[in-house]
């Protein structure tokens, strides 16, 4: 697996005020909420780094969901992948998940393993 970030789209918004400028927020996974809550966090000027699959691809939402994003793609069902994920939560601020119950702490990236790195992790 290789991990790159891509650079967001443009979101174009000029002069608008951006709050959160020093924020830098990371997002795995989910669809609807996690994805759009990030989206506005970006738009207020979060520094949001999308966790994708690579099986994801494009979808119809990803340039209206992903606007002011940059994404890394990761397999979090491999070490690796979870190396990389833990590597982007020890630098996070806050972290947006949209998994099942339970999925993530399978994955050993539950809020135990997550604190582990970064006890300032919201």
Do not use: W
């Not at 608008?16 to 000027?45: N, T, W, Y």
């Amino acid at each position: 697996m290789t991990a790159f970030l891509q650079a967001p789209y443009n979101t174009n918004q000029g002069d608008i005020v951006k709050v959160l400028d020093s924020v830098r927020v990371l997002e795995i996974g989910g669809l609807g909420p996690g994805p759009f809550c990030a989206m506005h966090l970006a738009d207020l000027g979060a520094d949001v780094i999308s966790v994708v699959r690579e099986a994801q691809g494009k979808t119809p939402t990803g340039p209206l969901l992903n606007r002011g994003k940059r994404s890394v793609f990761a397999d979090l069902k491999t070490e690796e992948g979870r190396q990389l994920v833990l590597a982007l939560v020890a630098e996070a601020d806050a972290l947006i998940e949209g998994m099942r119950p339970g999925v993530m702490e399978r994955l050993g990236l539950g809020p135990e393993e997550c604190l582990a790195v970064n006890p300032r992790l919201v």
